[in-house]
T-cell receptor, first 111, second 109 residues
Framework: DVKVTQSSRYLVKRTGEKVFLECVQD?????MFWYRQDPGLGLRLIYF???????EKGDIPEGYSVSREKKERFSLILESASTNQTSMYLC??????????FGPGTRLTVT | GQQVMQIPQYQHVQEGEDFTTYCNSS?????IQWYKQRPGGHPVFLIQ?????EVKKQKRLTFQFGEAKKNSSLHITATQTTDVGTYFC?????????FGTGTRLKVLA
């Protein structure tokens, strides 16, 4: 079975803190994705990566950065967390033309 | 930019009734995927449609891809309480998938 794991299920951070969300997949997928999910807005793509050290902006990259030093790991970084970044963050891996496998999600609250 | 709209946003049905959710894209899609997210869970892949006019079935679920490859639908026959969740379509644009806003289905026993 494909497994995508995320470092935390719940996280509470203060405004201005630097936040790291980690995602690891065990299926040797080239592509990895970070989404945020908010009520009524569905899943919105923040960043994706199609290879190690490669990254592409999604639809809402502002306030975020990513790192992919190893194929299995894709990190999302909030340089200076703000309250409008309170959300559910979902990581996924897969191919451009294949199904995406999602992790369990990290519910981030910024106070 | 490319947009994928999904309707309805919410749907409550009595158990045994049918349910349909519709997905419409502003641009032609190369393919479309459907996902289901149970309450408290994460999206899980259901199916992918690639060909114009394609119809696929999974037990009580029927998926269609429009002739113009700009719309799609998911129809559930005789809903059950296990069908509860949010159904998302995801249309493939040039480089990435764009997810619809989802339809949240509640099934009343």
């Amino acid at each position: 079975d494909v497994k995508v794991t995320q470092s935390s299920r719940y996280l509470v951070k203060r405004t201005g803190e630097k936040v790291f969300l980690e995602c690891v997949q065990d299926m040797d997928h080239e592509n990895m994705f970070w989404y945020r999910q908010d009520p009524g807005l569905g899943l919105r793509l923040i960043y994706f990566s199609y290879d190690v050290k490669m990254k592409e902006k999604g639809d809402i990259p502002e306030g975020y950065s990513v790192s992919r030093e190893k194929k299995e790991r894709f990190s999302l970084i909030l340089e200076s967390a703000s309250t409008n970044q309170t959300s559910m963050y979902l990581c996924a891996s897969g191919g451009q033309s294949y199904e995406q496998y999602f992790g369990p999600g990290t519910r981030l609250t910024v106070t | 930019g490319q947009q994928v709209m999904q309707i309805p946003q919410y749907q409550h049905v009595q158990e045994g009734e049918d349910f349909t959710t519709y997905c419409n894209s502003s641009t032609t899609l190369s393919n479309i995927q459907w996902y289901k997210q149970r309450p408290g869970g994460h999206p899980v892949f259901l199916i992918q449609l690639v060909k114009s006019g394609e119809v696929k079935k999974q037990k009580r679920l029927t998926f269609q891809f429009g002739e113009a490859k700009k719309n799609s639908s998911l129809h559930i026959t005789a809903t059950q309480t296990t069908d509860v969740g949010t159904y998302f379509c995801a249309g493939k644009g040039t480089y990435k998938y764009i997810f619809g806003t989802g339809t949240r289905l509640k099934v009343l026993a």
